[in-house]
């Protein structure tokens, strides 16, 4: 059965860094759209960035040139390194595999996500 196993959430101060991973199983893990998703309490679940088989990326403008997102196909695996966390990124962290016909980054961030892992936290204090 379908599987994506976050990992690598935890507490940081503002200015830090965390590296989330997202394991995959049970599918066909080139053939989807990967992306990372969060939702702060009370708030709605939002994309973070997006990634297709090949590698284009597509970031949310609050991601942009603090988050990359990056992946090794071998391992079906997928990764978000965070950098210069604020506390405003203090959220759950999904990560999502959509099923979708999508030849760039932008195409998957707008793919409506098939599978969802659990979530990891990302407390930022």
């Known amino acids: 059965h379908v599987q994506l196993v976050e990992s690598g959430g935890g507490s940081v101060q503002a200015g830090g860094s965390l590296r989330l991973s997202c394991a995959a199983s049970?599918?066909?893990?080139?053939?989807?759209?990967m992306g990372w998703f969060r939702q702060a309490a009370g708030k709605e679940r939002e994309g973070v960035a997006a990634?297709?088989?090949?590698?284009?990326?597509s970031y949310a403008d609050s991601a942009k040139g603090r988050f990359t997102i990056s992946q090794d196909n071998a391992k079906n695996t997928l990764y978000l390194q965070m950098n210069s966390l604020k506390t405003e990124d203090t959220a759950i962290y999904y990560c999502?595999?959509?099923?979708?016909?999508?030849?760039?980054?932008?195409?998957?961030?707008?793919?409506?996500?098939?599978?969802w892992g659990q979530g990891t936290q990302v407390t930022v204090s």
């Open positions: 990634i297709d088989s090949d590698g284009s990326t």
């Open positions: 049970g599918y066909t893990y080139s053939s989807y759209c």
């Open positions: 999502a595999a959509a099923r979708a016909s999508c030849v760039s980054g932008s195409c998957c961030a707008r793919a409506p996500p098939t599978y």
